[in-house]
């Protein structure tokens, strides 16, 4: 019963257009949303998050929307550069406990 | 400053023998996390603490697996027994309290 889930297992978009990364949720108890960035060889980094009082959180190319009735949430990377290429890890909090979705692989071409 | 480290970061041991793999957080971050991740999932949860004490351990698979944390500082995570299904990449990772969390390169585990 996986509680966080990206259903998209790749992602390919060309350089400089927008880049739509999706997730889903089923625990409502969720507090605090999370984008995490992976390369090769090294741990998750953090990118951006939202509270679950928001619904949009923006931090220069990166947005992510939080629809609560949905359970779903949304990271838009516009434009989208070469650099973006890795995996990109979506995680729900709740009282300090942190769950993963299974991750998306971005690939921007040039 | 230094980010998180984990050690040893990679580990082959035979099933049977016990492990012990450390964590180091970023000095100051309260709140320590331990995850295992395998290949081409997600961090699994698997137990954390604040300061040193262990707040979330559900995530544990059984009683092979502990941790500590004594000192409210360096981890260890000990798996005893080690079976072949143990094999995995254990991440650590720190956090202010209940903030970003920021992930260690990781341990890989081998269990022959």
């Known amino acids: 019963d996986q509680q966080v889930k990206q259903n998209s297992p790749s992602l390919s978009v060309q350089e400089g257009r927008i880049s739509i990364l999706n997730c889903d949720y089923t625990?409502?108890?969720?507090?605090?949303f999370l984008w995490y960035k992976k390369y090769p060889a090294e741990g998750p980094t953090f990118l951006i998050s939202?509270?679950?009082?928001?619904d949009k959180n923006e931090d220069g190319r990166f947005t992510v929307f939080l629809n609560k009735s949905a359970k779903h949430l949304s990271l838009h990377i516009v434009p989208s550069q070469p650099g973006d290429s890795a995996v990109y890890f979506c995680a729900a909090t709740n009282a300090g406990k942190s769950t993963f979705g299974d991750g998306t692989t971005l690939t921007v071409k040039p | 400053g230094a980010g998180v480290s984990q050690s040893p970061r990679y580990k082959v041991t035979k099933r049977g023998q016990d492990v012990a793999l450390r964590c180091d957080p970023i000095s100051g971050h309260v709140s320590l996390y331990w995850y295992r991740q395998a290949l081409g999932q997600g961090p699994e949860f698997l137990t954390y603490?604040?300061?040193?004490?262990?707040?979330?351990k559900s995530g544990l698979p059984n009683d092979r697996f502990s941790a500590e944390r004594p000192e409210g500082s360096i981890s260890t995570l000990t798996i005893q027994r080690t079976e072949q299904r143990d094999s995995a990449m254990y991440r650590c990772?720190?956090?202010?309290?209940?903030?970003?969390?920021?992930f260690g390169p990781g341990t890989r585990l081998t269990v022959l």
């Open positions: 625990n409502s108890m969720f507090d605090y």
């Open positions: 939202i509270s679950s009082i928001k």
């Open positions: 603490f604040n300061y040193e004490a262990q707040q979330d």
């Open positions: 990772a720190s956090s202010i309290r209940w903030g970003t969390q920021y």
